[in-house]
């Protein structure tokens, strides 16, 4: 079965305190992977998609990296601003819905 | 810019009641769908439309309807409200099955009383 895990739940820093948040997944035919950013109350916001191992992309603090089992998105030097979950999904199978993992809520402070 | 427009940001509705969430993109995009998003439980596929007048079951179709008769519509119908359907629902578009980005709406939080 198709899975999507994200960990940790939750991450708290401190402002400049650079970390880096995981997804693992299982999928039969990955066709791309996706990172979202959501805001309380809103819906997410897409941020990068990644389709092949050792592909990586970057957004201002924010990078994405991809292996055959895993993604990272490394925080560097965070701001309060950061703060948001962060979603990861993945693109699989023939109809090519998303399978989603359940996000990691990050908050940082000042 | 990807514009995807859900019509109500909250709606409060009583148990029995007949809702409607109403959904609007502006890309052209061929592929609309509709998810609930709960605490603890994630995201989850309620129903999807690869074209007009075209619905697929996601993986949580019970006590939902949807129609799209025009590309741009996609609304996702609740024949007769409960409570466990109290929930945050998101649209979302894609331009096509080879163009993997969902680009989703702001949301719309229901309470069902």
């Known amino acids: 079965e198709d899975q999507v895990t994200q960990s940790p739940e939750a991450l708290r820093l401190q402002e400049g305190e650079s970390s880096s948040l995981n997804c693992s997944y299982t999928v039969s035919g990955l066709r791309g992977l996706f990172w979202y950013r959501q805001d309380p109350g809103k819906g997410p916001e897409f941020l990068f998609t990644?389709?092949?191992a050792g592909e990586e992309k970057e957004k201002e603090r924010l990078k994405a990296t991809l292996t055959k089992k895993e993604s990272f998105l490394h925080i560097t030097a965070p701001k309060p601003e950061d703060s948001a979950t962060y979603l990861c999904?993945?693109?699989?199978?023939?109809?090519?819905?998303?399978?989603f993992g359940k996000g990691t809520k990050l908050s940082v402070k000042p | 810019d990807v514009k995807v427009t859900q019509s109500s940001r909250y709606l409060v509705k009583r148990t029995g009641e007949k809702v409607f969430l109403e959904c609007v993109q502006d890309?052209?995009?061929?592929?609309m769908f509709w998810y609930r998003q709960d605490p603890g439980l994630g995201l989850r596929l309620i129903y999807f439309s690869y074209d007009v007048k075209m619905k697929e079951k996601g993986d949580i179709p019970e006590g939902y309807s949807v129609s799209r008769e025009k590309k741009e519509r996609f609304s996702l119908i609740l024949e007769s409200a409960s409570t466990n359907q109290t929930s945050m629902y998101l649209c979302?578009?894609?331009?096509?099955?080879?163009?993997?980005?969902?680009?989703f709406g702001e949301g719309s939080w229901l309470t069902v009383v």
């Open positions: 999904a993945v693109h699989a199978g023939s109809q090519g819905n998303l399978i």
């Open positions: 979302a578009s894609r331009a096509d099955s080879s163009h993997n980005t969902i680009y």
């Open positions: 990644l389709y092949s």
């Open positions: 890309m052209d995009h061929e592929n």
